[in-house]
């Protein structure tokens, strides 16, 4: 889980004095999340005076035990430095441990004594917050113990239930367990907790939109050409195979966390902030995603699941089906690229394409809006007779902040235009600490404001989402897994499911990327600048070709992961792998294409096209200069 940089929740004042039984509380999610979220909020002055944990688990542990158990934990994940030493210390000694099964109605007359005797002595006024960090498979039957125990016999003042995801496995689980917890627990005392509506960038989405009179007018199918969602990760399943393999990333990424990002740029205005007026037109936009016909979800769904291959630091990593806890021909898949429609007036036609994929070639989460592209003909007899749509970016991790891109006029007498940029940082505009994106969540379910949670009809939409989806998928087991390399990006066909359309993803090239090319690491950053906005990613199969001799130059070629071929007819001139170059002879000296190129093996490459390879040259004389050296050195001067 990353860090965030968090809210410190501006002026706000500290939440409702209140008890906090964590249920599950000797699981991982205590120690990495929940208690560096509670430190922070006790930094920031947000954790009411009048406030205790309880932890609650099966582990025989003493309050002592549990204590010097979540101290350890503390120093390795509490999110920012120097480590408040007094904060915690005095934090630690308002947490208890209560060792019990969940199920057993004497454990819970117990519980309700130590409850009962906390809140008294941290006079919390009788007001639980209950947190459900079990595995899934318990929430049903944990909320209706909590709520038929002794501890709620005897309570005065509020209760509050926080459940972690996943919440259901398909749409008809994702019922049957809003009913088993709605039975007990009325729909306001329920907080289902997504973690991606705690990040910062997710809840700007809404100021950003409704704050700004300018962009209201243009948030529709009248200037939106196409809106495209990413969030992709390096790392692989990790220590989680068992859980993963029965999951797969549209549940576990797209059914929860994307399309609440989906939801909170697409919803209408709402009437005002408040909770349900929020979530009433998040669950408008839901209800309008078009449902997928068993034959769009062959066309317009695609799936992969990664081989084996490296991590972009070249550390190598096994394939899916080989990592612990997953099943040697597992189905599952590890990435998943959508096209989805959603069908009102606002958005009738304007296609929006999601992705997200483990194991990818890096970390990135972006939400991409492309806008209808100005009238070339304006231009045409220009140098710049091809123009780009508009872009507006909102970047949500590793970097947080919104980008338009635009074009601009090149500096002299003719009319050429190339891609920049403006761009907001959140770490430029706001003095703001690292956090756990878990603070804004724990905090508002102390305040009772449960608009950062999901409600029963938002979850059961987003799963009406995916199950056409899942059904299909499950019908028709993949034929092509694995599909992709670990640490490449991500199965072919996710590109052609865009190319189709006659579009492509936008891919954030964040510097690193480009450091995996050496001719660029010395670059200055106005080249880098430049490149990050101009290059365009493209991926080859094995034994698919690349360039064909004798064919005109278009374009160039950066390898950034994989191994291609040089030949002439069937000779081998030479092979190159990552972080070389190919395909600028011929933009170089204006020549057809001298030899062909054919990839040895699934390759990434970053793509320089002509006209942007001309600007470089021109604007960059050391590049062109190692560019040429380099060109002489594998191939001689081509009029030899
Ligand atoms: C979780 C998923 O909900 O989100 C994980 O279960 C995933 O598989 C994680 O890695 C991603 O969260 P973040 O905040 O790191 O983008």
């Keep these: 889980m990353d860090t965030l940089v968090s809210s410190t929740l501006g002026t706000a004042k500290p939440g409702d004095p209140c008890l906090l039984l ?18 922070n909020l006790a930094e920031d002055r947000l954790l009411p005076e009048r406030f205790a944990v309880v932890g609650f688990g099966l582990e025989p542990f003493t309050h002592e035990q549990f204590r010097a158990r979540v101290s350890a934990g503390i120093r390795q994940h509490a999110t920012r430095s120097p480590f408040a030493e007094e904060t915690w210390s005095e934090l630690v000694s308002r947490i208890y441990f209560f060792s019990g099964d969940c199920d057993d109605r004497s454990a819970h007359a117990r519980l309700a004594d130590l409850l009962a005797e906390t809140d008294l002595r941290h006079r919390t006024e009788g007001n639980l917050l209950v947190y459900m960090a079990t595995p899934p498979s318990l929430f049903g039957t944990i909320s209706r113990n909590v709520r038929q125990s002794p501890v709620m016999e005897r309570k005065r003042g509020w209760t509050r239930l926080i459940v972690e995801k996943p919440f259901g496995h398909d749409l008809a689980s994702a019922i049957e367990l809003n009913r088993s917890i709605l039975a007990h627990w009325p729909e306001d005392e329920l907080f289902r907790i997504d973690h991606y509506l705690g990040k910062e960038t997710i809840q700007n989405l809404l100021a950003f939109r409704f704050s700004n009179g300018i962009y209201e007018p243009l948030w529709n199918k009248n200037h939106i050409d196409h809106i495209q969602l990413t969030v992709a990760e390096t790392v692989a399943v990790e220590r989680r195979g068992s859980y993963y393999d029965r999951t797969g990333v549209l549940r576990d990424m797209i059914q929860n966390h994307m399309l609440q990002m989906l939801a909170h740029l697409c919803m209408e205005p709402p009437s005002s902030f408040s909770p349900d007026a929020i979530r009433n037109e998040k669950i408008k936009v839901l209800d309008a995603v078009r449902s997928l016909k068993p034959e769009e979800v062959r066309r317009d769904a695609v799936r992969g699941q990664y081989g084996p291959g490296a991590k972009p630091d070249g550390t190598p990593l096994p394939a899916y089906r080989d990592e612990p806890g997953v099943a040697a021909r597992s189905e599952t898949e590890t990435y998943a690229a959508l096209r989805l429609f959603v069908d009102t007036w606002r ?36 140098p710049s007779a091809r123009l780009d749509s508009n872009k507006l970016i909102f970047h949500i991790q590793p970097d947080q902040g919104i980008e338009f891109r635009f074009q601009a006029k090149v500096p002299g007498p003719s009319m050429t235009l190339q891609r920049v940029n403006m761009r907001f940082d959140y770490r430029d505009a706001f003095e703001a600490q690292r956090g756990t994106g878990y603070e804004v969540l724990i905090y508002s379910a102390m305040t009772g404001d449960s608009t950062l949670f999901s409600r029963t009809d938002l979850v059961e939409a987003s799963w009406r989402i995916a199950q056409p989806i899942l059904d299909v998928w499950s019908a028709e087991p993949p034929v092509d897994f694995p599909n992709y390399p670990a640490g490449s990006w991500g199965p072919k066909a996710a590109s052609e499911l865009l190319a189709r359309d006659g579009r492509a993803w936008v891919e954030i090239l964040h510097r690193d990327v480009l450091g995996r090319v050496p001719i660029f690491r010395s670059g200055n950053p106005t080249f880098l600048q430049n490149l990050a906005l101009t290059l365009e990613p493209a991926s080859f199969a094995a034994g698919e070709a690349i360039l064909t001799k004798g064919e005109p130059g278009r374009e160039m070629y950066f390898l950034c992961r994989g191994r291609v071929e040089i030949l002439d007819g069937e000779k081998k001139l030479n092979t190159l792998g990552s972080g070389d170059f190919f395909g600028e002879l011929a933009l170089l000296y204006s020549t057809p294409r001298r030899s062909s190129v054919r990839a040895l093996e699934s390759c990434d490459v970053l793509v320089l096209r002509t006209e942007d390879f001309m600007r470089v040259l021109k604007d960059h004389p050391d590049v062109a200069a190692s560019l040429q050296e380099i060109a002489r050195e594998r191939y001689g001067s081509p009029e030899q």
């Design 22 to 39: 964590i249920v599950g509380a000797a699981g991982d999610l205590t120690q990495r999340l929940l208690m560096p979220a509670l430190l």
């Design 347 to 382: 958005w009738e036609g304007v296609p929006i394409y999601l992705r997200s994929g483990k194991a990818l070639w890096k970390r990135s989460a972006e939400i991409v809006v492309v806008f209808r592209k100005a009238p070339e003909v304006v231009f045409s007899g220009t």
